[in-house]
């Protein structure tokens, strides 16, 4: 059963930028940790960032910190990943997941410490 469902995907020139949003209409995500995960043509899903749920802490892989931001939306049940500065490196299928637990801090940024996820939206950096 998908519990998760990411939106804001799509194709954009190199500098470019985008707003990916994740939610739920099974529960409420500001009870969990959120992460964002994406996945290149040939490779492995890896954890780009994700935001906790009790202290609102954020992670960042080294390759996006500074160009991405993770953010929550309690009004609209969401969290939002903004892309800026966007690479074609950066082309991927994006991911969002939770732990099956609340009110937790982030997992380490392993696909196997998550139990919740979307199906994906595509990103596509290309001139």
């Known amino acids: 059963q998908v519990q998760l469902v990411e939106s804001g995907g799509g194709l954009v020139q190199p500098g470019g930028s985008l707003r990916l949003s994740c939610t739920s209409s099974?529960?409420?995500?500001?009870?969990?940790?959120v992460a964002w995960f994406r996945q290149a043509p040939g490779k492995g899903r890896e954890g780009i960032s994700c935001?906790?749920?009790?202290?609102?802490?954020?992670y960042y892989m080294n390759s996006v910190e500074g160009r991405f931001t993770i953010s929550r939306n309690k009004a609209a049940n969401t969290v939002d990943l903004q892309l800026n500065s966007l690479k074609p490196d950066d082309t991927a299928t994006y991911y969002c997941?939770?732990?099956?637990?609340?009110?937790?801090?982030?997992?380490?940024?392993?696909?196997?410490?998550?139990?919740?996820w979307g199906q994906g939206t595509q990103v596509t950096v290309s001139s």
């Open positions: 997941a939770a732990p099956s637990l609340k009110y937790g801090r982030c997992p380490t940024p392993d696909a196997n410490e998550f139990a919740r």
């Open positions: 935001i906790s749920s009790t202290d609102r802490t954020k």
């Open positions: 099974l529960f409420t995500l500001d009870d969990y940790a």
